[in-house]
Structure formats: C-alpha cells, structure tokens
Nanobody, 124 residues
Framework: QVQLVESGGGLVQAGGSLRLSCAASGRTFSSKAMGWFRQAPGKEREFVATISWGGGSTYYADSVKGRFTISRDNAKNTVYLQMNSLKPEDTAVYYC?????????????????WGQGTQVTVSS
C-alpha cells in the first residue's frame, strides 16, 4: 500500500515558478516509477511527467518539455515537479501517482495509487 500527499500548489503569475512535492508512505516507494498528471476543469486528466524507480529515466508531455523537471529523492520518499515559465494553460489540479512497474510510463492505466491533488493557478 502506498499513500501519496501532494503539496506546493498555489497562485502564481504567468512566467513564474512553483515546485510541487509528493510525499509517499510505504516501503515499496523506491521500487516504483512515479508520475505527475493534471486535470483542468472540464477536461480529461492528462499526463505531465514520469520518472523511473531510480530516477535515471524521465519523460515529459510535449506541452511541458523544457519547462518542467521531475525528480525524486528515494531516501526521503518524495518526488518533485519543478515548474518554470508557467503559462495560464498550466492551470489545473496536479496529481502525483505511483506506478505498478519500475519503469517510467505516460500511461494512466499503469498507475494504481493516486494523491488527492494540489491546485495550481497561473494568472495572465
């Protein structure tokens, strides 16, 4: 069993930065790939970024590539999402998720544990 708690969301102006954190409980955190997803009002939940179990492999959605960075600290059972050059279209609830596999994956169906989400609002 893995429990995930996100933090770090908030209101920021366009061009600004935020860093999201996701604290995980459970002994198997370090063996699982992790991901960030987001859901804007009236839209489907979409993939943002993923990182492999050891942190050596990452993958990003085209819409955030070059602006967002995913990382993890297995000693702290925490995964991060550094978000720079934020745009109004990045406004959404951001969810942290733990995968059932060690390799990074953009596929929502590979994730079986989800956090409660944290709101990110980017004003223009």
């Amino acid at each position: 069993q893995v429990q995930l708690v996100e933090s770090g969301g908030g209101l920021v102006q366009a061009g600004g930065s935020l860093r999201l954190s996701c604290a995980a409980s459970g002994r198997t955190f370090s063996s699982k790939a992790m991901g960030w997803f987001r859901q804007a009002p009236g839209k489907e939940r979409e993939f943002v970024a993923t990182i492999s179990w050891g942190g050596g492999s990452t993958y990003y959605a085209d819409s955030v590539k070059g602006r967002f960075t995913i990382s993890r600290d297995n000693a702290k059972n925490t995964v991060y999402l550094q978000m720079n050059s934020l745009k109004p279209e990045d406004t959404a609830v951001y969810y942290c998720a733990a995968a059932s596999v060690p390799g990074r994956s953009p596929d929502r169906s590979m994730y079986n544990y989800w956090g409660q989400g944290t709101q990110v609002t980017v004003s223009s």
